[in-house]
């Protein structure tokens, strides 16, 4: 399914105590891996990445018969991913966490584990994504899952070249329906957990309003429209987010959007739709995957948050290593600093990187 051969070498499975990661570990056992599951203990309370998880990862591998690992990163899933969320939404950006959490802490520190204290050097997971090797361009390559309303290409892209080579996806191939058909086949019994919907974060908070204003304290500001005329107040800029409709509390003869976040002056900016369309964005942190940096523009499709179409590109490289994205054929709707922008050939990503301004560089 995602080895040509059986295996008998060692590979570490990061467990969540979801049905995905957990069918990843017993599909490899099965084919004939040699599996230790490792658990990352990111941050107390419930929720699918805490006590709850490490539990039923647990149960999980007493299952199937592999020793378990779980490792406290606590301290370091504070630093890295709750800081940068904070500070992000401080300064008036959306941050992506999950991308930033597989580079740095999945694929970053579990397989920094993984390799120190258990000599493997081949981490799996439960994403549903694709990857290989091309001999033509010396790369490894990500592509989208064969279930393109579970593909999880689009948080994968900050994946650096060596992190591709360790990583192994093997529900790739699979549906999700098919993947909750092996659980029960298999009688896991995590066989009918539910799906998790949330960023861990939020579901041990409550809510993501919850989760930031336990970090940020809620300063009432204007909310303004694009002349800078005060149309009401808000009770924190960061419980805004661009292209944001409801909750603005602004009466209005049609309907207003969220088109920035001035952070400076504690400002909500909005206005029509028509507003919050842009031809255009400069996107920075930019990682090359399955290509080496171009030097020339390129055509793609690029996907500018996890759940939209990919829609038809110029890419063009600028000589401070951002990007430029065109956008083909219309202006897209609410371009959002700190989301990532991921482009793509056919099911390939080519690269992504963060959106730092919608318009020119």
């Given at each position: 399914?995602?080895?040509?051969?059986?295996?008998?070498?060692?590979?570490?499975?990061?467990?969540?105590?979801?049905?995905?990661?957990?069918?990843?570990?017993?599909?490899?056992?099965?084919?004939?891996?040699?599996?230790?599951?490792?658990?990352?203990?990111?941050?107390?309370?419930?929720?699918?990445?805490?006590?709850?998880?490490?539990?039923?990862?647990?149960?999980?591998?007493?299952?199937?018969?592999?020793?378990?690992?779980?490792?406290?990163?606590?301290?370091?899933?504070?630093?890295?991913?709750?800081?940068?969320?904070?500070?992000?939404?401080?300064?008036?950006?959306?941050?992506?966490?999950?991308?930033?959490?597989?580079?740095?802490?999945?694929?970053?520190?579990?397989?920094?584990?993984?390799?120190?204290?258990?000599?493997?050097?081949?981490?799996?997971?439960?994403?549903?994504?694709?990857?290989?090797?091309?001999?033509?361009?010396?790369?490894?390559?990500?592509?989208?899952?064969?279930?393109?309303?579970?593909?999880?290409?689009?948080?994968?892209?900050?994946?650096?070249?060596?992190?591709?080579?360790?990583?192994?996806?093997?529900?790739?191939?699979?549906?999700?329906?098919?993947?909750?058909?092996?659980?029960?086949?298999?009688?896991?019994?995590?066989?009918?957990?539910?799906?998790?919907?949330?960023?861990?974060?939020?579901?041990?908070?409550?809510?993501?309003?919850?989760?930031?204003?336990?970090?940020?304290?809620?300063?009432?500001?204007?909310?303004?429209?694009?002349?800078?005329?005060?149309?009401?107040?808000?009770?924190?800029?960061?419980?805004?987010?661009?292209?944001?409709r409801r909750?603005?509390?602004?009466?209005?003869?049609?309907?207003?959007?969220?088109?920035?976040?001035?952070?400076?002056?504690?400002?909500?900016?909005?206005?029509?739709?028509?507003?919050?369309?842009?031809?255009?964005?400069?996107?920075?942190?930019?990682?090359?995957?399955?290509?080496?940096?171009?030097?020339?523009?390129?055509?793609?499709?690029?996907?500018?948050?996890?759940?939209?179409e990919p829609?038809?590109?110029?890419?063009?490289?600028?000589?401070?290593?951002?990007?430029?994205?065109?956008?083909?054929?219309?202006?897209?709707?609410?371009?959002?600093?700190?989301?990532?922008?991921?482009?793509?050939?056919?099911?390939?990503?080519?690269?992504?990187?963060i959106i730092?301004?919608?318009?020119?560089?």
């Amino acid at each position: 399914m995602f080895r040509d051969s059986v295996s008998t070498e060692k590979i570490v499975v990061g467990l969540s105590g979801g049905v995905d990661s957990s069918v990843a570990a017993a599909l490899l056992k099965r084919d004939g891996w040699r599996v230790l599951g490792l658990t990352l203990w990111l941050m107390r309370g419930k929720g699918a990445c805490c006590s709850d998880g490490m539990r039923d990862a647990a149960r999980v591998t007493d299952q199937l018969g592999i020793a378990h690992h779980i490792v406290d990163v606590r301290e370091e899933f504070e630093k890295t991913i709750v800081d940068f969320l904070v500070e992000g939404y401080r300064a008036g950006v959306t941050p992506l966490p999950c991308s930033r959490c597989n580079r740095e802490l999945k694929f970053g520190l579990m397989l920094d584990y993984a390799r120190r204290k258990l000599g493997i050097a081949q981490l799996a997971t439960g994403h549903y994504a694709r990857t290989g090797f091309d001999p033509d361009t010396g790369r490894h390559w990500l592509a989208r899952a064969v279930d393109r309303t579970k593909d999880q290409s689009y948080f994968l892209y900050d994946l650096t070249q060596a992190q591709l080579a360790a990583a192994v996806f093997p529900l790739g191939e699979l549906t999700k329906d098919q993947t909750r058909a092996l659980a029960a086949e298999m009688g896991l019994s995590v066989a009918t957990k539910p799906e998790s919907m949330d960023l861990c974060l939020v579901e041990a908070a409550g809510s993501m309003r919850n989760f930031l204003d336990g970090h940020i304290e809620p300063v009432r500001g204007e909310i303004v429209d694009g002349e800078g005329r005060v149309l009401g107040e808000h009770d924190g800029h960061h419980h805004f987010t661009i292209g944001q409709r409801r909750g603005l509390g602004v009466a209005a003869a049609q309907p207003l959007y969220v088109v920035a976040i001035d952070a400076l002056r504690n400002r909500v900016v909005v206005g029509p739709r028509d507003s919050a369309l842009s031809p255009e964005c400069t996107v920075d942190a930019v990682n090359w995957v399955s290509i080496a940096p171009p030097t020339a523009p390129i055509a793609a499709a690029v996907q500018v948050r996890y759940r939209s179409e990919p829609v038809p590109a110029e890419i063009v490289p600028l000589d401070d290593g951002r990007v430029r994205v065109v956008f083909a054929n219309s202006p897209q709707f609410a371009l959002t600093p700190g989301q990532a922008a991921v482009w793509y050939e056919g099911e390939r990503v080519l690269g992504g990187g963060i959106i730092a301004t919608a318009g020119a560089a």
